[in-house]
Structures are given as structure tokens and as C-alpha cells.
């Protein structure tokens, strides 16, 4: 049983970044109890995964579709949720916007590493494959200290 019931990927818009990490994740961790959800910090209405990620992602066999993107909420969060954004920045504004979050980290701070994971928005579909490598190995890195923490 990990010490998290509920884990949140939060990216910008929740069309790449926190979307791809989810479906990652979801994949990478069949066994586990925890809900993994992706959330945006910047959303005003709801839009699909940004077709160079869904791309991406179908090329590693893996489906987002139905995804729809989301706002992250205050009400989703509790003292069993673990928040893992893309960015310190992303960070910086859900502790002023919820001071209250706990357990809330970059992804890369989480696994032990230092920096930011780059938007691909606009760029080329090597951007968006360098991207969805970055995230497959910090994702892994997750899973794995989950697994450890349990």
C-alpha cells in the first residue's frame, strides 16, 4: 500500500505534458491502488490531447484519445495526494493558489534531479518525442519510489 491514495501530473494546459506522463504511468503501474489524473494550471475549456502528442503516443502503443483537458481543482486535493508538476514555475503557483497542498513537487525534485521538463508546445515532433523520453524515464523513476516508499 503506497502512502499516496491519488497522484496529479499538472503541465500548463493539460494537452501534453501531464496527459502523456498519466497514460505513461498508467501503463508502467498495473498493480498498484493509486488514481493518476492530469491536470492543467491554465484551462478555459476543455480541448484533446495536442495532436503531436497523441502522435507520439500511439507510435509507443499507448491511447489518449478521450482525454479532455482539465483544470487542476482545490477539492481534488487531499493530504494522500501526491502532486508532481512539470515546472518549478507550476509549482511556485499552486503553492500560492493552495497553500494548504501538501506532498507537491516537480517530478524531476521528486526522482532526485534538478530542473524542469520543456514544452514541446510548437515544436517540431522531435520535440515532442525528446519530451515523451524525458517523461517515460522520470515516470519510471516515480513508479519505482512509489513502489520503494510503500
Known sequence: MTKYDKLIFVCTGNTCRSPMAEVIYKNLDKESNISVFSRGMVVLFGEPINPKAEVILKKHDLDISNHISKGIRESEIDD?????????????????????AKNL?????????????VDPYGGSLVEYEECYIELARLVKKTVYKLNEDS
Open 80 to 100: 494522500n495526494t501526491l502532486i508532481l508538476t512539470m515546472t518549478e514555475a507550476h509549482k511556485r503557483k499552486i503553492e500560492a493558489a493552495l497553500p494548504d
Open 105 to 117: 513537487y516537480t517530478i524531476k525534485e521528486y526522482v532526485g534531479e534538478i530542473g524542469d521538463v
